[in-house]
């Protein structure tokens, strides 16, 4: 399933990669939760990129379901994964 997120820095989409169902009826988007008056931001209304998806490139014109990074599943990012692994070693060598 290819995914579009907007880089606002570029004004273009960068586009992703992502194993999953594909096709135009794979359920609804999710349901935008209005912040104020106006409406919901693009990043409450996206779909949510899944973790497992990779980078395949830019463009200026969305393909596939539109997606935003905020909703993007942060629990395999080298930084993270560094946290985890203190932790984990922190309490082993308490617990020894």
Known sequence: MRYSVYNYDR????YYEA?????????????????????AT????AWKLPASARKV??????Q??????G?????????TLLAYAAIAYVAWRTLR
């Not at 693009?42 to 209304?45: F, K």
């Open 11 to 14: 004004h273009a989409f960068d």
């Open 19 to 39: 194993p999953g169902a594909g096709g135009t009826h794979a359920g609804s988007p999710p349901v935008p939760r209005a912040m104020g008056e106006i409406g």
């Open 42 to 45: 693009a990043e409450r209304a």
């Open 57 to 62: 490139g830019t463009g200026f014109l969305p």
């Open 64 to 69: 596939g379901r539109i997606a935003s990074l």
């Open 71 to 79: 909703g993007a599943d942060g629990s395999w990012d080298p930084t």
